[in-house]
Every structure is written in structure tokens, then in C-alpha cells.
């Protein structure tokens, strides 16, 4: 069973996703903010397999923050980008790091993230 960090500051749009994500068989731990997830990758960073994060978390700093300092803490963590403003990728985002464009359906997601961390997958970069 995989563990993923979902960043998402919408709470509606988090317990969907958690939601899939669970009915995967994937555990995961959620952050609403910048804040929370820079908390919980500073004592977990390495329990984590992939980090999911929205890029526009509303106050603070994005998403591509977020990934930045996971990378830090753990360089081989997959990073999934979830967001509508794709084209910022190639200049913000982690090596290795990929979209998941807006608007999205939260199987969709849990069945990537799933694909993503499966043995012979590209895992992350």
C-alpha cells in the first residue's frame, strides 16, 4: 500500500479525492494549506511515496513550493501536480514532477497515482 501527502487548501475538493484515493487502497494524509504540509513533510517527509499537491493553495506559497522542499527532504518522492494553469510545469515545477489537469475526476487521479508508484512504473525523477 502506497502513502501519498494530498495538498489541497478546497475542502471540498480534498475529501473527494481522499475519498478515491482510499478506495484505491492508497493511505493517505491530507494538508489544507502551505503551512500543514510543510509541517508534516518536515517530521514525514520520507513516509510518503508520492505528493499530490493543487499549485494555487490560495494564502502562502503554491504548490510548486510545496514540492520544492519535499524534494529537499526526499528526493525521490513523485510529485503530481493537480491544477488548471498546465503551461507553468516546465518553468516552476520539480524534474519529474507532472500535471494533472483542472477539472479532474478523483479516480482518475487515484488510478494515476496508483500507475505511478507501481513497480516498473518511470517512478519519480
Given at each position: 500500500?502506497?502513502?501519498?501527502?494530498?495538498?489541497?487548501?478546497?475542502?471540498?475538493?480534498?475529501?473527494?479525492?481522499?475519498?478515491?484515493?482510499?478506495?484505491?487502497?492508497?493511505?493517505?494524509?491530507?494538508?489544507?494549506?502551505?503551512?500543514?504540509?510543510?509541517?508534516?513533510?518536515?517530521?514525514?517527509?520520507r513516509s510518503f511515496d508520492v505528493l499530490v499537491t493543487d499549485v494555487n493553495l490560495g494564502v502562502g506559497t503554491t504548490g510548486f513550493d510545496v514540492a520544492r522542499r519535499a524534494r529537499q527532504l526526499h528526493p525521490t518522492i513523485h510529485v503530481i501536480y493537480i491544477t488548471g494553469l498546465t503551461a507553468q510545469l516546465s518553468r516552476f515545477g520539480v524534474p519529474g514532477g507532472e500535471m494533472f489537469p483542472k477539472p479532474f475526476n478523483p479516480g482518475e487521479l487515484a488510478d494515476r497515482v496508483t500507475e505511478a508508484i507501481a513497480p516498473g512504473s518511470r517512478g519519480a525523477h
Amino acid at each position: 500500500m502506497a502513502d501519498v501527502l494530498l495538498v489541497e487548501d478546497e475542502a471540498e475538493i480534498r475529501e473527494l479525492i481522499e475519498d478515491a484515493f482510499e478506495d484505491r487502497g492508497l493511505r493517505v494524509r491530507s494538508a489544507d494549506s502551505d503551512q500543514a504540509a510543510y509541517a508534516i513533510l518536515d517530521k514525514e517527509a520520507r513516509s510518503f511515496d508520492v505528493l499530490v499537491t493543487d499549485v494555487n493553495l490560495g494564502v502562502g506559497t503554491t504548490g510548486f513550493d510545496v514540492a520544492r522542499r519535499a524534494r529537499q527532504l526526499h528526493p525521490t518522492i513523485h510529485v503530481i501536480y493537480i491544477t488548471g494553469l498546465t503551461a507553468q510545469l516546465s518553468r516552476f515545477g520539480v524534474p519529474g514532477g507532472e500535471m494533472f489537469p483542472k477539472p479532474f475526476n478523483p479516480g482518475e487521479l487515484a488510478d494515476r497515482v496508483t500507475e505511478a508508484i507501481a513497480p516498473g512504473s518511470r517512478g519519480a525523477h
